[in-house]
């Protein structure tokens, strides 16, 4: 469906001024209408309208109006032949356009793999900067196929200068282990590039193979455990082996190394080995560059959650512990009731006069339960500490030790200095001592504050044999994942080597200060701080006047204000409102007129309307094998992720402002949790649902709306 043209894009982009106005006083009839019409599209588009549909009728009924024809006239213009051809031979003399030859081409293509493909690969954008770098050389935008050509050379040319450039980077030693993660087992030329390496070998080729270890380091993580993190702690340690060097693809846009690592996880290592020597460097590089910032990334979370799980286990079972307690001993509930009776029946007395007589045996019973419960009892909090340790050391002290040992943490905080010191002092721990040891050495700077939590101290020390205060190593581990997880979430302490759980100061521009006005400049925002603070305030205390006056004017008997930590605005449910009936008649009409259309027929008007599909570029070479499995060639992530962005666009382009007004998001989501398939793409795994691999309807709503 053609887009309706406004007032203003009429009068601005089809009217005739000047010299374009003189062209015309020599033609006639549809011929000047045509023409007129030519002259127009050409200079908005930079090339000439293939047949009359793809003249807008809007603007084809405001030029006629301008030219003083008839619009139906159109209708005996030829559009082929000797009149057309002159007047495109006119309009380019015009506005100084030639049209592109085959010099012209070239040069272009050379022009794109130089400055626009070194860091664009996507096809639509670097088309966008082809035109307008033809608009600027006074060239004729070429045919689409022509275009296609074009785009295509430059990329591959780019490509294999990117190529050449990364696999002269990489040491042959490395070259050497990557070629042997691919190479047939029985292959004897594999074994002698694998011989050729350092002694220390990426594997044993007794116990496993190169491809063996090549399809480990493919593996996507498991579910939450200690042998899952066993799992990538070996992955990651095989890929660091290969010895790729820091900052082989620094100058390599993340959009192009993203597509070379996409591209290796479709295609089988038989494929691999067939790529020419750059190209195959290149790409197992690229790879296990991705992967190692993957697992890195996977890590860090398995550490997250771990603890996260180790602490909720320990909330339930605490919980169920002061229950039973609680159940089991008996007396104690009437106890507690009969005082707070008598508290409540004689608030301003004294406690002697209300509280001692009302507990059978006064005095000496609140004694002697004072007394049971400094023997026996103790606070929610260290019980569940004493849990936490508990299953820490028994279950998940290996697993977490692993992936703070193959992790290397910083932060450039200093606030942050003691938990840096605590994660040295495990490890190296955990490398010169034996595990039997529990306490730490006399004299060992151990790091308290800032590192353990409050209810960990008291249980942190041991008297020795010597009645000398020792801290235990198991406790103090505790405190320390517990208080790493709150920095990692946050980010004040981030991973090297990772993408997600990296520097945050990494996310910003390098030369973010550099051009600071500009940055801010584009965000909308002031430079002065206090200003930016200042303009908020205003429209805080704004808003809220607004929703005083509107509360003290008319009363709502669904909204209460209320003086309370939990929330101060609360809402009471409203009961249904009865289904208006004017949708029931529209519901009726659109049942009538469409019936039940299948979600293939939308999902195909969808892609036709949208062109969405042209966003999924195949992830290798064009082969038998790539058409047989599309979804493994052609689904990814980032793909899939950019159809959504498509589809979303057009939605809200085709809503009709009067009615769904002016908004750029929309986002309804209950968090339902659908069952799918391990491979769908949006499929996500989380211990909310154990086991349970599935679609959240917030991730599904999130990604439509972005």
């Known amino acids: 469906m053609a887009r309706v043209l406004d007032e203003d894009e009429l009068v601005g982009n089809w009217t005739l001024v000047g010299e374009e106005l003189a062209l015309l006083s020599n033609r006639r009839g549809p011929t000047k209408l045509a023409f007129a019409l030519l002259l127009r599209f050409y200079a908005l588009n930079g090339r000439f309208p293939k047949r009359r549909y793809e003249l807008p009728d809007q603007a084809v009924g405001y030029v006629a109006r301008l030219v003083k024809v008839p619009a139906e006239d159109l209708a005996l213009y030829e559009w082929d032949g000797r009149t057309i051809k002159g007047h495109r031979k006119d309009i380019r003399e015009f506005f100084g356009f030639r049209e592109c030859s085959v010099a012209d081409a070239d040069k272009a293509a050379d022009w794109l793999a130089a400055n626009v493909c070194d860091k664009e690969w996507q096809e639509d954008r670097v088309r966008e900067e082809l035109l307008a770098h033809l608009r600027e050389e006074k060239i004729e935008q070429p045919t689409r196929d022509r275009m296609k050509r074009i785009i295509g050379s430059a990329i591959s040319q780019a490509e294999k200068a990117q190529t050449a450039l990364i696999a002269s980077r990489v040491p042959p030693e490395a070259v050497a282990r990557m070629l042997a993660l691919i190479a047939r087992t029985s292959d004897p030329g594999a074994e002698e590039d694998a011989e050729d390496g350092e002694e220390g070998a990426l594997f044993d080729a007794a116990e496993v193979s190169g491809t063996d270890v090549f399809a480990r380091i493919r593996e996507e993580p498991g579910n939450v455990s200690v042998k899952t993190i066993e799992k990538e702690v070996a992955k990651l340690k095989a890929v660091r082996q290969v010895g790729l060097p820091d900052g082989l693809f620094g100058d390599v846009a993340p959009r192009n190394l993203v597509s070379w690592r996409v591209r290796v996880a479709a295609e089988a290592p038989s494929q691999l080995r067939r790529h020419p020597h750059d190209i195959k460097v290149t790409l197992l590089a690229a790879y296990l560059s991705c992967r190692g910032r993957e697992i890195t990334d996977t890590l860090v979370d398995l550490l997250i959650a771990t603890v996260h799980r180790i602490n909720a286990r320990a909330d339930t079972k605490v919980t169920s512990d002061f229950v039973a307690e609680l159940k089991r001993v008996s007396g104690k509930e009437n106890i507690l009731f009969k005082m707070a009776e008598a508290a409540l029946e004689a608030p301003e007395s004294r406690v002697e006069d209300v509280i001692y007589p009302a507990v059978p045996g006064g005095y000496k019973t609140l004694v002697s339960l004072l007394h049971e419960f400094k023997a026996k009892g103790t606070s929610y909090r260290q019980h569940k500490q004493r849990v936490f340790k508990a299953s820490y050391t028994n279950h998940y002290r290996t697993g977490l030790i692993q992936i703070i040992e193959v992790l290397e943490f910083g932060s450039t905080n200093t606030v ?9 002092l495990i490890k190296r721990y955990k490398a010169e001592q034996s595990n039997r040891i529990k306490c730490y050495a006399l004299g060992e700077h151990v790091p308290v504050d800032g590192v353990m939590p409050t209810e960990l101290v008291e249980l942190m020390y041991r008297a020795d044999s010597q009645r000398r205060q020792r801290i235990l190593r198991t406790v103090y581990e505790c405190g320390v994942f517990q208080s790493l997880r709150d920095k990692l979430r946050c980010k004040e302490i981030w991973v090297v080597g990772a993408d997600r759980w990296r520097n945050p100061d990494d996310d910003l521009p390098a030369d973010y200060e550099a051009r600071r006005a500009e940055n801010y400049a584009k965000l909308r925002k002031p430079l002065d701080p206090s200003v930016f603070i200042d303009g908020l305030r205003d429209e805080l205390d704004f808003e809220l006047s607004q929703l005083n006056d509107a509360l003290g004017g008319r009363g709502l008997p669904w909204l209460k204000i209320s003086d309370r930590k939990t929330g101060a ?33 939308m999902f195909a008007e969808t892609a036709l309307r949208t062109s969405c599909l042209s966003v999924l570029n195949p992830v290798g070479v064009r082969s038998e094998d790539g058409l047989r499995y599309v979804r493994r060639r052609f689904l990814t992530v980032e793909g899939c992720r950019e159809v959504a962005r498509i589809i979303a666009n057009a939605t809200f382009a085709a809503r009709h402002t009067t009615l769904w007004g002016e908004g750029t998001t929309a986002v309804a989501s209950d968090s339902t949790h659908f069952s799918a398939y391990d491979q769908n793409i949006f499929t996500e795994w989380h211990s909310r649902y154990r086991r349970a691999t599935g679609v959240r309807t917030g991730s599904l709503s999130l990604a439509l709306a972005a």
């Open 416 to 424: 942050h200095a003691p938990m840096m010191a605590a994660l040295a």
């Open 569 to 601: 605005i609360q809402l009471s449910s409203l009961g249904a409102a009865p289904e208006p009936v004017n949708l029931r008649r529209l519901k009726a009409a659109i049942r009538s007129r469409w019936g039940v259309v299948p979600l293939m027929d």
